[in-house]
């Protein structure tokens, strides 16, 4: 098959969109299907380039306020999209956004007969947390989700990463064709390794334990409250670290605030590392901590589970990731330091159990192989395609 995937900011920008697409992306062409990219053009970027193997159409693009100067938004017009869906001979096009490309190559693909899937990557509870108070709404997200179901009511059928997802989205039109497709973790990578070169290049205790946190340093991943967690753990038990890997505009912010606490020495801003790094971080630790308020899936709490480590999780009503706790963790209430350090100090001191829990994840990693979801995906493309009446209208 000939797949476009849509996605605004195809590049190494650290956000779990952006990873998923890559990632089927890869494991799709690795299956001897064609994958193109259309997505935002970067200062210095070429019209027609090539992402990690990829083939991929850059468009002029804006920055999106609040992002560090990060994320863009593409703007293609209609002809150019239907001409690269005619060039690529293309079978279906695949939205992971729905922004303004995404919008447009929907519109082209009617044009053409093509079929069309969309992805429910986008919750506006996580969009609009690190903006003004004025954004942070019920009827600001009413109409962000009004303008997902105008889109989504154009695809075919719409992937959701979770049962939560796709609940949500169903609030808002029960009637929309969707299916459930985890984001996935790929087992081959995220595993137990060595992480003795990890230790020595950030300087970490090996004596001490672990608590690791990673993702984007902004304010809807609550990563406040994981210092102030840790302030209280300090107080009675000082062999205790705390990794926080991710980068974002509230980095300086935090490492004030752990200056503030006086927990400094203790808590470590890797920033953002290399997968390799990466996964010796998750091996490196004794617990996984997520805080966030928002989640549709929580890629990262897969990729600890398949390194075999607990997981505490936020009890946000926000967030898909608390779902995937089934004794191999807690949840804690999500604004409360006091009751977070409660559920880490409980594993902290409990080797048995923090072992039993740590098996618990491994072994539930392996309904989430990314391969199962790459398998779930094809058949729905596969399945797509056999009513396919492919039109070419004058453009």
């Known amino acids: 098959m000939n797949i476009a995937m849509v996605y605004d900011n195809i590049s190494t920008y650290m956000c779990g969109a952006n990873i998923s697409t890559l990632r089927f992306a890869k494991l799709l062409q690795k299956r001897g299907h064609k994958v193109i990219f259309i997505t935002t053009r970067f200062k210095g970027s070429k019209d027609i380039s090539n992402f990690e193997g990829i083939k991929t159409y850059r468009f002029f ?50 044009k053409l007969g093509l079929k069309v899937v969309a992805h429910s990557h986008t919750q506006p509870e996580n969009i609009f947390l690190h903006y003004s108070r004025i954004f942070r709404n019920k009827l600001v997200y009413h109409l962000l989700y009004k303008h997902m179901i105008r889109i989504y009511n154009k695809a075919d059928i719409i992937a959701c990463p979770s049962v939560f997802a796709e609940k949500k989205l169903k609030e808002h039109n ?42 984007r340093l902004y304010p809807e991943k609550n990563a406040e409250i994981l210092l102030k967690a840790m302030h209280k753990i300090l107080k009675n038990k000082k062999d205790v670290n705390l990794m926080i890997v991710g980068d974002g505009p509230l980095k300086t912010q935090l490492e004030k605030n752990a200056v503030d606490l006086g927990i400094e020495k203790n808590v470590h801003f890797l920033g953002k590392i290399s997968e390799k790094d990466l996964i010796q971080a998750y091996n490196a630790s004794d617990i996984f901590v997520l805080p966030s308020f928002a989640e549709l899936e929580g890629m990262v709490v897969l990729e600890a589970m398949a390194c075999g480590k607990p997981i505490i999780i936020s009890d946000s009503e926000e967030t898909a990731a608390k779902y995937l706790v089934e004794d191999n963790g807690f949840v804690f209430k999500t604004r409360d330091p006091e009751d977070l350090s409660k559920k880490i100090n409980m594993l902290l001191r409990n080797d048995k159990l923090r072992k039993k829990m740590s098996k618990n994840s491994n072994k539930q990693s392996k309904k989430y192989d990314i391969n199962l979801s790459v398998d779930k995906l094809e058949g729905i493309y596969q399945n797509l395609l056999k009513f396919k009446q492919k039109v070419q209208l004058p453009l």
Do not use: C, W
């Open 61 to 110: 693009s804006v920055v999106v306020p609040k992002t560090d100067g990060k994320f863009f938004v593409a703007f293609p017009t209609l002809k150019q999209i239907k001409n690269i869906l005619i060039k690529e001979n293309i079978d279906v096009v695949h939205i992971m956004t729905p922004v303004p490309s995404g919008n447009t190559t929907v519109e082209a693909a009617r």
């Open 174 to 215: 029960p009637y929309l064709n969707t299916f459930v497709l985890s984001n996935g973790v790929e087992l081959n990578k995220y595993k137990k390794i060595k992480f003795d070169s990890l230790l020595k290049k950030y300087n970490l205790n090996p004596k001490n334990k672990k608590l690791l946190f990673i993702g």
